[in-house]
């Protein structure tokens, strides 16, 4: 029978494989454990032909072979952003302080790093939270801190930039040679912008700037105005927030302009009175616009006129 074959390590090379997976009805291959020890001349396989036919299944015949080991040095190492903290806003994962109005418009307070170190003939082996892998932080070390799992938070401050994560394995003889390097970016929001344009909108409305409001002709009424508003951040994309919950918006005139409400999902200034006002946008502490409005009582002529069912 197959089975009557027995292939045993020697004592000193059983500390090297993994003897639960040594057997095989077809076949027989070992598989060398991670920090075994190596070098030593007791290191033998011995095949023994077993009699299964008579009890106490005597060894009929046996023979052994010298086995050295050789394990492979590692031909590369990546680090990379995990798919479930995605912080990409181009080639560059940017992260914001919590206390940042970022958290606003989808900025992640955290990301993940996954590491990874490639031998030759095998597939990557994720090495991660492995403890032979070391995370230094080579510039921008005032921006974030990485943990010893490849979490990287960003350090409490007011300054934004890039900081530089490098991964080696200096405790690790086989991937010392080997290290990656990634960017990560800690960036926040650093301005605001909002433009009143006429309300309700009609087609090329949105490129017109609104800042006076005239009384409708025959009417008691003003014209109102719609807000777009935009902040920029620190790494120099933009955000539309027009409809953003964290928008908020004062006006030192009450009378000329209330404070605008929303119609719909967004700001509406809508005068009652000729006059002036000062009407401020912000988003956070620090991020804020204003805008000088002025209402009159000089009547904008209607020239044409346009059926609607609703305006809102």
């Given amino acids: 029978p197959s089975n009557a074959l027995q292939i045993v390590p020697s004592a000193a090379f059983a500390t090297i494989i993994n003897a639960s ?88 307070t955290s990301t993940q790093l996954v590491v990874t170190v490639t031998f030759p003939g095998q597939s990557p082996i994720t090495f991660t939270s492995d403890p032979r892998t070391l995370y230094t932080v080579v510039s921008g070390s005032d921006l974030i801190a990485v943990s010893s799992t490849g979490l990287v938070t960003p350090k409490a401050g007011t300054t934004f930039g890039a900081a530089v994560i490098r991964v080696t394995f200096p405790t690790f003889s086989r991937a010392a040679s080997v290290s990656a390097n990634i960017t990560v970016r800690v960036d926040g929001v650093t301005g605001l912008s909002w433009t009143p344009s006429p ?12 800042t006076t409001l005239s009384k409708i002709h025959c009417t008691t009424a003003y014209q109102r ?6 902040v920029t951040l620190s790494d ?14 004062s006006s030192d ?4 302009v209330p404070t605008p409400t929303k119609i719909g999902s967004t700001f509406v200034l809508q005068p009652t009175a000729a006059g002036t006002a000062n009407v401020e946008f912000s988003f956070g502490a620090g991020i804020s616009q204003s805008r000088t409005i002025t209402v009159t009582d000089t009547s904008a002529t209607v020239t044409a006129l346009t059926w609607a069912t609703s305006f809102w």
Avoid: H
């Fill in 225 to 230: 105005a719609v807000v777009a508003a935009t």
């Fill in 21 to 108: 997976t040594m057997y095989n009805p077809s076949y027989y291959k070992f598989f060398v454990m991670e920090n075994a020890g190596n070098g030593d001349d007791n290191c033998a396989l011995e095949a023994r032909w077993v009699d299964q036919c008579t009890g106490g299944s005597p060894t009929l015949a046996s023979g052994s072979i010298a086995a050295l080991v050789s394990l492979p040095t590692a031909s590369s190492a990546s680090v990379t952003i995990s798919s479930s903290t995605p912080c990409n806003t181009g080639a560059i994962c940017s992260i914001t302080r919590s206390t940042d109005p970022a958290v606003n418009v989808n900025r992640r």
């Fill in 236 to 249: 120099g994309t933009t955000s539309d927030v027009s409809t953003n919950g964290a928008l908020a918006v």
């Fill in 253 to 256: 005139a009450t009378s000329v």
């Fill in 199 to 210: 309300y309700p909108a009609y087609t090329g409305s949105t490129s017109v700037t609104k």
